[in-house]
C-alpha cells in the first residue's frame, strides 16, 4: 500500500485506489531523476516519487477542483512553461479527460521529456461524469495508441486496470453512494447499512475478474506507459 493522503478514497471506491496504487508500484523502475507530475492536484503521491526520483514537480492550474499543492502553475491545455528535454520522468493521473486539447499535453509531455525519457499516464474509460462541466473525453486503446503515436512516443504499452466485474461493482457503488443524504444521523444510518454490502463487492470482484478474458472492453481504465525515443543525428 503507498503511503499517501488522498481524500476521495472512501468505503465505496477503495477499491480503485488499490487498483492505482499496484500499477504504480509495478513502474517504480521508470520513476527517476527529475519528476513531472503533469495534473498533480493535491501531490498525493510526491513523497512516494520521491522515494525514488531525486527531484518532483507538480503542474496543475489555478481552477484545479481541488487543493493545488503544484510548483508550476499553467493550463495544460497550453505550451507549458518548462524548457524543452529537461524532465527524465513524466506521470499524469486521472487528468487527460478533463482537457479540451489532450494532443496538446502529451506533445508538451514528449518536448519536455529527455531522450529515452518515460511517460505513465492513467486515463479513465468506463466512469461516470465527473468534475464538470471539465469532463470531455474517455479513450479507448486505439485513441490513445494514435495520441501518443501522434506526439512522437515509442513502445506504447496500454494496459487494463481491471475486468468486469471490478468495473460493474464500482459503478454500482458510486450509484448507491448518492443515495447517502439527508440529516447527519440518516447519513450515517445510509452508510452504516451500506459500507458492509460496499466492503464485500470490492472484495469479490478481483477474484470473479479473472473469469473475463478481455479485460480492455470492459475495463473502468486504462494505464499507459510510453518513451521517448534517442534522439536522431
Request: charged letters at 20%; hydrophobic letters at 40%; aromatic letters at 18%.
Given at each position: 500500500?503507498?503511503?499517501?493522503?488522498?481524500?476521495n478514497?472512501?468505503?465505496?471506491?477503495?477499491?480503485?485506489?488499490?487498483?492505482?496504487?499496484?500499477?504504480?508500484?509495478?513502474y517504480?523502475?521508470?520513476?527517476?531523476?527529475?519528476?513531472?507530475?503533469?495534473?498533480?492536484g493535491?501531490?498525493?503521491f510526491?513523497d512516494?516519487?520521491?522515494?525514488?526520483?531525486?527531484?518532483?514537480?507538480?503542474?496543475?492550474?489555478s481552477?484545479?477542483?481541488?487543493?493545488?499543492?503544484?510548483?508550476?502553475?499553467?493550463?495544460?491545455?497550453?505550451?507549458?512553461?518548462?524548457?524543452?528535454e529537461?524532465?527524465?520522468?513524466?506521470?499524469?493521473l486521472?487528468?487527460?479527460?478533463?482537457?479540451?486539447?489532450?494532443?496538446?499535453?502529451?506533445?508538451?509531455?514528449?518536448?519536455?521529456?529527455?531522450?529515452e525519457?518515460?511517460?505513465?499516464?492513467?486515463?479513465?474509460?468506463?466512469?461516470?461524469?465527473h468534475?464538470e462541466p471539465y469532463d470531455?473525453?474517455?479513450?479507448?486503446?486505439?485513441?490513445?495508441?494514435?495520441?501518443?503515436?501522434?506526439?512522437?512516443?515509442?513502445?506504447?504499452?496500454?494496459?487494463?486496470?481491471?475486468?468486469?466485474?471490478?468495473?460493474?461493482?464500482?459503478?454500482?457503488?458510486?450509484?448507491?453512494?448518492?443515495?447517502?443524504?439527508g440529516?447527519?444521523?440518516l447519513r450515517?444510518v445510509?452508510?452504516?447499512?451500506?459500507?458492509?454490502?460496499?466492503?464485500?463487492?470490492?472484495?469479490?470482484?478481483?477474484?470473479?475478474?479473472?473469469?473475463?478474458?478481455?479485460?480492455?472492453?470492459e475495463?473502468?481504465?486504462?494505464?499507459?506507459?510510453?518513451r521517448?525515443?534517442?534522439?536522431?543525428?
Amino acid at each position: 500500500m503507498i503511503n499517501r493522503n488522498h481524500s476521495n478514497r472512501r468505503a465505496h471506491n477503495w477499491l480503485i485506489y488499490d487498483i492505482c496504487d499496484k500499477f504504480l508500484q509495478k513502474y517504480t523502475p521508470y520513476y527517476k531523476g527529475i519528476l513531472y507530475d503533469l495534473g498533480c492536484g493535491e501531490s498525493p503521491f510526491r513523497d512516494f516519487f520521491l522515494s525514488y526520483a531525486d527531484k518532483y514537480v507538480g503542474v496543475d492550474w489555478s481552477e484545479s477542483y481541488h487543493k493545488t499543492k503544484a510548483d508550476i502553475i499553467t493550463d495544460l491545455n497550453f505550451p507549458l512553461p518548462v524548457e524543452s528535454e529537461v524532465a527524465d520522468t513524466i506521470v499524469s493521473l486521472s487528468v487527460m479527460e478533463h482537457l479540451f486539447d489532450p494532443q496538446m499535453m502529451l506533445n508538451e509531455a514528449f518536448r519536455i521529456l529527455k531522450p529515452e525519457g518515460m511517460i505513465i499516464l492513467h486515463i479513465p474509460w468506463q466512469w461516470w461524469i465527473h468534475e464538470e462541466p471539465y469532463d470531455f473525453y474517455r479513450y479507448s486503446p486505439f485513441g490513445l495508441n494514435h495520441l501518443f503515436a501522434k506526439a512522437g512516443f515509442v513502445e506504447i504499452v496500454v494496459e487494463p486496470q481491471a475486468g468486469f466485474f471490478t468495473t460493474a461493482i464500482l459503478k454500482w457503488n458510486y450509484f448507491t453512494n448518492r443515495f447517502v443524504r439527508g440529516s447527519k444521523e440518516l447519513r450515517w444510518v445510509i452508510k452504516t447499512c451500506m459500507t458492509p454490502f460496499w466492503y464485500l463487492g470490492q472484495k469479490l470482484a478481483p477474484p470473479l475478474d479473472k473469469l473475463d478474458r478481455n479485460w480492455a472492453l470492459e475495463t473502468s481504465g486504462y494505464f499507459v506507459t510510453a518513451r521517448k525515443p534517442t534522439r536522431q543525428h
